[in-house]
């Protein structure tokens, strides 16, 4: 099949792994890969792309739940992997051994190509070296990625406006959060600037996009402990509704799920 425009999947997402996946009619790529190597080929398969057909894995930042499969894929299928140098530092040994020539590095902000796609990395605010969300620019079209934040601002809204497609985290409910069963300590991560981001502060950034341009918006990263899928997209909704914005009707918005495919966006 011949791509045209560009095309976007979360593969599966939550807490507990992420892999997002960008084709166009040059390239396909993997934004992190938080599963084994066989399960991304398996979520790939599910949507009609073959694992030995990726270009690239790009990486947002070193936990595990964005990792885990990277190196297996890199050295198997031969795919350069892509990160700023924080990332590189906080992973270490974590992916095994990656040979130089497959060990790209990135430095934020600043925009680079990938065949037809232009990348730009920013900073997010999270506990681990150097996190990333990515803006990807093709044939007029952008999409953004900004899961694993703490708070965003107005930096963040800046690099977030204008964007056709847009994956969001909604990591938690604050309320489950506060009574679930995590220690004190991990909530309070969770909590922090540098943690996650919740329902309504997902809701909030949405809010602040308004004016700029309505996205398709993807609702990723759910925690599989402190949150609930319909919890989640009635949380979005109602702020948005706040401020007279109709899901379904002003603006797309959709879930992720931790066990399959998200709904594939489509641009061009
Ligand atoms: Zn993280
Ligand atoms: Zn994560």
Known sequence: MITIGIRVCVLSSSSSGNSSYIETQELKIL????????????????IDVNVKDIDAILLTHEHIDHIKGAGVLARRFKIPIYANSGTWEGIGNGIGKISPQQRLVFSNDDFFSLKDLQVKPYTLSHDAQDTVGFSFFHDGYKISIATDLGYVDEKIIHELADSDGLILEANHDEEMLKVGPYPWSVKQRILSDKGHLSNEAAGHALCCLLDKKIPQVLLAHLSQNNNLP?????????????????????IDVSLCYCNRPSKVMAFG
């Open 31 to 46: 934004i992190d890969a938080g599963f084994s190597g066989k399960m991304i080929a398996q979520k790939l398969c599910e």
């Open 230 to 250: 319909e919890l989640a997209m009635i949380t979005v909704k109602n702020i948005l509704a706040q401020q007279g914005c109709e899901v379904g009707k002003d």
